[in-house]
T-cell receptor
Framework: GNSVTQMEGPVTLSEEAFLTINCTYTATGYPSLFWYVQYPGEGLQLLLKATKADDKGSNKGFEATYRKETTSFHLEKGSVQVSDSAVYFCALSGNTDKLIFGTGTRLQVFP | DAGITQSPRHKVTETGTPVTLRCHQTENHRYMYWYRQDPGHGLRLIHYSYGVKDTDKGEVSDGYSVSRSKTEDFLLTLESATSSQTSVYFC??????????????FGPGTRLLVL
């Protein structure tokens, strides 16, 4: 069945460091891929998405490229800020009514 | 932001009592979902609805029931609350997952404590 695996957290970085959060998936067909962000005390917000192979989703300085050959959708940001501290969820949508979520990766950015 | 509200936002109840959580949307989206979020488990789907009076189970549906009598409202009921149902509950909506509308938009959550 469809599944998403993301790196264990927490990821701890200093401000202005480069961020990578790994996400790999297993799916049949051609799923859409998503990154959601959850700030403390809030619901999940869509951060970016990609709907086909080689697409790059981007938003707020974050990027992720849909790599079908490696079944990956890694999240990157060139220079993180304290305000980026949050939990990040990778997710996929196969040909079903549901999203499949990873377990989340907590990012902590220190000044 | 998508117009999704959840009520109550916080609730404390006792074991064995019934509890109903409400999700209300103003987006006229067809699909609505209930998740629970627990440390170490990420998000787990409880039930979802694909239209008025049309619902289906998710991966952790035991002990929960849902109802959708109007497009805008999706109710989650714990018939007899247990301590294992202490969690944060999120509602989400989407348009048509199989027709390109698979992005889900989330409400602010309800924190439920069962004593």
């Amino acid at each position: 069945g469809n599944s998403v695996t993301q790196m264990e957290g927490p990821v701890t970085l200093s401000e202005e460091a480069f961020l990578t959060i790994n996400c790999t998936y297993t799916a049949t067909g051609y799923p859409s891929l998503f990154w959601y962000v959850q700030y403390p005390g809030e619901g999940l917000q869509l951060l970016l998405k990609a709907t086909k192979a080689d697409d790059k989703g981007s938003n707020k300085g974050f990027e992720a490229t849909y790599r079908k050959e490696t079944t990956s959708f890694h999240l990157e940001k060139g220079s993180v800020q304290v305000s980026d501290s949050a939990v990040y969820f990778c997710a996929l949508s196969g040909n079903t009514d549901k999203l499949i979520f990873g377990t989340g990766t907590r990012l902590q950015v220190f000044p | 932001d998508a117009g999704i509200t959840q009520s109550p936002r916080h609730k404390v109840t006792e074991t064995g009592t019934p509890v109903t959580l409400r999700c209300h949307q103003t987006e006229n989206h067809r699909y609505m979902y209930w998740y629970r979020q627990d440390p170490g488990h990420g998000l787990r789907l409880i039930h979802y609805s694909y239209g008025v009076k049309d619902t289906d189970k998710g991966e952790v549906s035991d002990g929960y029931s849902v109802s959708r009598s109007k497009t805008e409202d999706f109710l989650l009921t714990l018939e007899s609350a247990t301590s294992s149902q202490t969690s944060v509950y999120f509602c989400a909506i989407s348009e048509s997952p199989r027709a390109g509308g698979e992005t889900q938009y989330f409400g602010p959550g309800t924190r439920l404590l069962v004593l």
